[in-house]
């Protein structure tokens, strides 16, 4: 009976040489080519070379060295087939019983901005994945590995009975067509993009395995977190946590919202998120100033929310931050005596996202049932909108900045949505309501008196004027809206009736 042989080709050489070392102790011929080949022989292991093998040298600077019918032949032959078996051997072909390989760094090319397109597409790897799904198809026959973490349980099974088991070889099997379709995924999408393909016939997307969580939206629910292998580090997905107890499915949501919102200023701002809406939000010349604004613009529905800060947390914060109950405390830093005070509540979970220049936008992504909604995230900023004031009366420096404050809330906020606002911070929230002025009047009715002399923002234009008589009724002096309605002579009149000014964006920031 033949040597059994084992072919080892891997960009990731992590482990490798012990691997292959205890494969050669167990008497499997090892087979390697390139800088695997030389990585081998550098540790005195005996290898032979593909190109021995197949009798054909490498060629087209190493773009063809293994598809060669001497090795997929090997790989591909069902060994109970008396035909495959009568072919090898007319041939002069030996089976393949281990298959070890992974693939060219494509991912970690593109992730670098000095990556040329030419040096993108020559880390496309080829022979790579059609070694190994010619090797995972014929699992049977053939064990295939991709992943250093997999190479001890490998030896343990062939140290213990000669051969690696079944279920075994299909969970490798199965590994590597997800890693082929995931690495086919990121190529398709690349070159999509240099295409400028905006709705391509087909969509295949990949992300990668985070956390598993103990569960989903509810108890009975099942759930896990993947992130993006090309995502910032600006995301929930690429913060750090310092303390507290695992992120929960809910936790990540309110994350991420609190997170969306508070990257919308460049000046110190906090921002406390319950069920994926904004409770409060506050600017001030410093972290701790931004925070007891966004405290006070509603200090009841911050219990048990989460908070994110543009700016590090200092001692003086968390002193504050520290007498509250809250879930998630999200920061470009904290500084040592601030993790001091907050690490005294253990399940206080402390995230660190990178302030840093945000990445590109990325497609939003949402399912229904039997398919999935793609769309452009939405960065439309107050400086992209064409903005008009259709009233006699033109806001005041304090209200322009109030009105920007509440447009850039209210586009994170639930449609349909109002958000009041001064020039430091949210005073009254209405989310998610079926009609507009139910909105407007859960914002106003939460803020009180300090409607007097706020700033009113809307998502969507207003259908009819009965959200100005509101906001005239409650004090409000200034309103930021799209515009686009059929009646918004009816709203502007209304307006210039009671002396308001109104400003027109000609953009909705609709969120369901």
């Known amino acids: 009976m033949a040597q059994k042989r084992?072919?080892?080709?891997?960009?990731?050489?992590?482990?490798i040489t012990e691997f292959a070392s205890a494969l050669a102790e167990l008497?499997?011929?090892?087979?390697?080519?390139?800088?695997?080949?030389?990585?081998?022989?550098?540790?005195?292991?005996?290898?032979?070379?593909?190109?021995?093998?197949?009798?054909?040298?490498?060629?087209?600077?190493?773009r063809v060295k293994t598809l060669n019918p001497k090795i997929h032949g090997g790989l591909l032959a069902k060994l109970d087939n008396p035909l495959h078996k009568q072919q090898l051997e007319e041939h002069g072909i030996q089976p393949i019983s281990i298959v070890v390989a992974n693939l060219y760094p494509f991912r970690e090319m593109i992730s670098r901005q000095e990556t040329t397109v030419e040096e993108a597409i020559e880390n496309i790897d080829i022979g790579g994945p059609s070694m190994l799904r010619a090797a995972a198809k014929n699992h049977q026959d053939v064990t295939v590995v991709i992943d250093p973490d997999d190479y001890e349980e490998v030896l343990r099974q062939l140290k213990e009975t000669g051969e690696v088991e079944s279920e075994t070889k299909r969970r490798l099997a199965a590994k590597v067509f997800r890693l082929t379709a995931a690495y086919d995924a990121l190529i398709a999408a690349y070159l999509t993009e240099l295409a400028e393909?905006?709705?391509?016939?087909?969509?295949?997307?990949?992300?990668?395995?985070?956390?598993?969580?103990?569960?989903?939206?509810?108890?009975?629910?099942?759930?896990?977190?993947?992130?993006?292998?090309?995502?910032?580090?600006?995301?929930?997905?690429?913060?750090?946590?310092?303390?507290?107890?695992?992120?929960?499915?809910?936790?990540?949501?309110?994350?991420?919202?609190?997170?969306?919102?508070v990257s919308e200023f460049s000046n110190p701002a906090a921002v406390a998120v319950k069920h994926m809406n904004p409770c409060g939000v506050g600017t001030g010349e410093n972290a701790f100033e931004a925070f007891m604004k966004a405290y006070e613009a509603d200090s009841v529905s911050i219990f048990g929310g989460i908070v994110a800060f543009n700016r590090?947390?200092?001692?003086?914060?968390?002193?504050?931050?520290?007498?509250?109950?809250l879930e998630i405390v999200i920061a470009p830093s904290f500084s040592d005596k601030a993790i001091a005070i907050l690490q005294k509540k253990k399940n206080l979970r402390l995230?660190?996202?990178?302030?840093?220049?945000?990445?590109?936008?990325?497609?939003?992504?949402?399912?229904?049932?039997?398919?999935l909604l793609v769309q452009d995230e939405d960065t439309y900023s107050f400086e992209d909108a064409n903005i008009s004031v259709p009233t006699r009366r033109h806001p005041t420096e304090e209200e322009w900045n109030a009105l920007k404050l509440g447009w850039k809330v209210v586009k994170h906020v639930k449609s349909n949505a109002i958000v009041l606002a001064n020039d430091e911070q949210t005073v009254g929230i209405g989310a998610g309501q079926m009609n507009r002025i139910g909105a407007a009047t859960i914002a106003l009715e939460q803020a009180g008196e300090k409607a007097n002399g706020a700033a009113m923002a809307s998502d969507a234009f207003f259908p009819m004027d009965d959200t100005v008589e509101a906001a005239v009724k409650a004090g409000i002096t200034a309103i930021i809206q799209p515009g686009g309605s059929i009646r918004d002579e009816d709203s502007i009149k209304k307006a210039d009736e009671y002396g308001i000014a109104m400003v027109l964006t000609g953009i909705r920031h609709f969120k369901h």
């Open 6 to 15: 084992a072919l080892i080709s891997v960009s990731d050489k992590k482990g």
């Open 27 to 62: 008497g499997l011929e090892l087979v390697s080519t390139g800088g695997t080949k030389k990585a081998l022989e550098e540790a005195g292991i005996a290898v032979t070379g593909v190109s021995d093998i197949t009798g054909f040298p490498e060629i087209l600077q190493g």
């Open 197 to 261: 393909e905006e709705a391509p016939e087909s969509l295949t997307v990949t992300y990668e395995l985070k956390d598993t969580l103990r569960y989903g939206e509810n108890p009975h629910q099942k759930a896990a977190f993947y992130k993006n292998p090309l995502g910032g580090e600006d995301s929930i997905a690429g913060a750090e946590q310092l303390h507290g107890k695992a992120l929960s499915y809910n936790n990540i949501n309110d994350a991420n919202a609190a997170l969306q919102i």
């Open 312 to 325: 590090e947390v200092d001692e003086e914060t968390a002193g504050k931050l520290h007498e509250i109950f």
């Open 351 to 371: 995230l660190t996202v990178s302030a840093g220049e945000k990445g590109k936008p990325e497609k939003n992504f949402v399912s229904v049932k039997g398919g």
